[in-house]
């Protein structure tokens, strides 16, 4: 008889790796203070983004096999 396995599901993303990047802002620049709080608002947002790009780069090296392949 031969025993049957199953495959191991690769482990999730964690939940705080996989959020949604911060919101467009889209309203009218009529000052130049406007246009300064949306270059911050716009370099955080992107700092955010990186960072879970980052954060799920070092998730998948920390669960890759021992062949190397991420993920799995």
């Known amino acids: 008889m031969v025993a049957r396995t199953e495959p191991t599901p690769a482990p999730r993303v964690p939940a705080a790796l996989v959020q949604p ?3 467009k802002q889209r309203g009218p620049l009529k000052t130049t203070g406007a246009i300064v709080n949306r270059l911050v608002y716009t370099e ?3 700092d955010r983004c990186a960072a879970q790009v980052d954060g799920v ?3 998948d090296a920390a669960n890759a096999d021992a062949d ?3 993920g799995r």
Do not use: E
């Open 21 to 23: 990047c911060p919101a």
């Open 44 to 46: 955080g947002a992107l």
């Open 57 to 59: 780069r070092a998730w």
């Open 68 to 70: 190397g392949r991420a």
